[in-house]
């Protein structure tokens, strides 16, 4: 059964497509857009990443929000 919407040209189309821009841009984070490391973990999903960094940034404004 084909996925509604798509068919085999649509693959064909996406895997060239993949061929020609090599591997996918690794994951930055949203906010710095710097790439993860051993010292800068991302956390998020497809949409949106955030890395230790700006975790940290974000933990001391919202403190100082608080005080
Ligand atoms: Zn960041």
New binding site residues.
């Given amino acids: 059964m084909a996925l509604a919407g798509r068919d085999k040209a649509d693959y064909k189309r996406e895997y060239m497509r993949r061929r020609r821009n090599g591997p996918a841009k690794p994951a930055t984070?949203?906010?710095?857009?710097?790439p993860g490391s051993s010292d800068?973990l991302l956390v998020g999903d497809a949409d949106t990443i955030?890395?230790?960094?700006?975790?940290t940034?974000a933990v001391a404004r919202i403190a100082e929000a608080r005080r």
């Fill in positions: 984070c949203s906010f710095c857009d710097e800068r955030i890395c230790e960094a700006c975790v940034l």
